[in-house]
């Protein structure tokens, strides 16, 4: 058994069992890749993938448990790589952060530059996405930390902790009828046009079911992922805007107003999640202390100790 051999068969999975695209990704050929296949399969003695002629279309119920293997074998050589790195280069290195469009706008750029100031030499990417995208970045090992609200917590195989709590606020063009109402019910919002999160996101889905539980529709004109967005469809008079309350700048987003509306929805929390296997450089530990200043070095280091265990 070799581990070409493990790879050929994750990248497969990864390809959506289309060979011709994983040899591309492994830089091999693809006969090379059957032929890894069909020894890896003859030696373990079990057909890891159903076939439909000469075509893969998905796995066999060994080889699910085969994979499950696989990943983890995978994941272990990658920490091996990583510890190395850890030691030869405390450093330098690469640093992914996966995250909400809000987190990055909003919340990140302080972080980022006292990260930046600590680390020159670590290349820093951002990848941004709703948290069902930075869920899968964690799981595929394509970010080192995800920043999210709650679904990232809802993978088992994602370590998270708890950052801060948010709610929402509404805002609106200073003339708006909104502006001169002074309780804001559910049944208020609901009689204007409203621009909110694309409904992938979990905060949205949070709106979502308070308004279904009261049994009120809502007029959703519009959904998107950005708020910067939502707020650039408001100030066209198109709806009112439903968004975090961290997005609206009474500095920069003069033309409108906004008016708190947390006594209608239960409060969000947002999380900061990174896989249970993973090996945490020096680097990776130190970011999540700056994200979350308060939580003590102590207290991170014992919370962090405990990534392994599953609830």
Same mark, same amino acid.
């Not at 279904?212 to 004109?221: D, F, L, Y």
């Given at each position: 058994?070799?581990?070409?051999?493990?790879?050929?068969?994750?990248? /497969?999975?990864?390809?959506?069992?289309?060979?011709?695209?994983?040899?591309?990704?492994?830089?091999?050929?693809?006969?090379?890749?059957?032929?890894?296949?069909?020894?890896?399969?003859?030696?373990?003695?079990?057909?890891?993938?159903?076939?439909?002629?000469?075509?893969?279309?998905?796995?066999?119920?060994?080889?699910?448990?085969?994979?499950?293997?696989?990943?983890?074998?995978?994941?272990?050589?990658?920490?091996?790589?990583?510890?190395?790195?850890?030691?030869?280069?405390?450093?330098?290195?690469?640093?992914?952060?996966?995250?909400?469009?809000?987190?990055?706008?909003?919340?990140?750029?302080?972080?980022?530059?006292?990260?930046?100031?600590?680390?020159?030499?670590?290349?820093?990417?951002?990848?941004?996405?709703?948290?069902?995208?930075?869920?899968?970045?964690?799981?595929?090992?394509?970010?080192?930390?995800?920043?999210?609200?709650?679904?990232?917590?809802?993978?088992?195989?994602?370590?998270?902790?708890?950052?801060?709590?948010?709610?929402?606020?509404?805002?609106?063009?200073?003339?708006?009828?909104?502006?001169?109402?002074?309780?804001?019910?559910?049944?208020?919002?609901?009689?204007?046009?409203?621009?909110?999160?694309?409904?992938?996101?979990?905060?949205?889905? /949070?709106?979502?079911?308070?308004?279904?539980?009261?049994?009120?529709?809502?007029?959703?004109?519009?959904?998107?992922?950005?708020?910067?967005?939502?707020?650039?469809?408001?100030?066209?008079?198109?709806?009112?805007?439903?968004?975090?309350?961290?997005?609206?700048?009474?500095?920069?987003?003069?033309?409108?107003?906004?008016?708190?509306?947390?006594?209608?929805?239960?409060?969000?929390?947002?999380?900061?999640?990174?896989?249970?296997?993973?090996?945490?450089?020096?680097?990776?530990?130190?970011?999540?202390?700056?994200?979350?200043?308060?939580?003590?070095?102590?207290?991170?280091?014992?919370?962090?100790?405990?990534?392994?265990?599953?609830?």
């Amino acid at each position: 058994m070799k581990l070409q051999q493990l790879r050929c068969i994750f990248q /497969i999975v990864q390809s959506n069992f289309n060979i011709s695209k994983a040899s591309e990704t492994l830089n091999t050929s693809q006969p090379g890749v059957s032929k890894q296949i069909k020894l890896l399969e003859r030696e373990i003695g079990i057909k890891i993938f159903r076939r439909n002629g000469k075509r893969l279309t998905g796995l066999t119920e060994p080889g699910e448990t085969v994979l499950a293997s696989i990943e983890a074998i995978l994941q272990e050589t990658k920490n091996i790589k990583v510890v190395s790195e850890e030691y030869a280069e405390k450093d330098q290195g690469t640093f992914t952060i996966a995250t909400t469009h809000t987190q990055a706008r909003y919340k990140l750029p302080k972080v980022v530059e006292e990260f930046v100031k600590k680390y020159p030499k670590i290349n820093l990417n951002i990848h941004q996405g709703n948290p069902s995208q930075v869920t899968d970045q964690i799981i595929k090992g394509e970010a080192d930390v995800g920043i999210a609200t709650e679904s990232i917590s809802l993978n088992e195989n994602i370590f998270t902790i708890p950052c801060y709590h948010w709610n929402r606020c509404v805002v609106m063009p200073k003339d708006h009828p909104l502006t001169r109402i002074k309780h804001i019910s559910l049944e208020t919002l609901a009689s204007f046009p409203m621009i909110t999160y694309d409904y992938a996101f979990t905060g949205s889905t /949070i709106v979502s079911e308070v308004f279904k539980n009261a049994n009120i529709e809502p007029k959703v004109m519009l959904t998107a992922i950005d708020a910067d967005v939502i707020k650039t469809y408001v100030s066209l008079n198109m709806g009112i805007g439903l968004i975090a309350e961290m997005a609206y700048d009474p500095a920069n987003d003069l033309p409108l107003v906004s008016r708190d509306v947390s006594h209608l929805f239960p409060l969000s929390t947002t999380y900061i999640g990174i896989r249970r296997d993973n090996f945490l450089r020096k680097f990776t530990s130190d970011f999540i202390q700056l994200f979350i200043p308060q939580i003590s070095e102590k207290e991170l280091k014992k919370t962090l100790n405990t990534r392994h265990l599953k609830s």
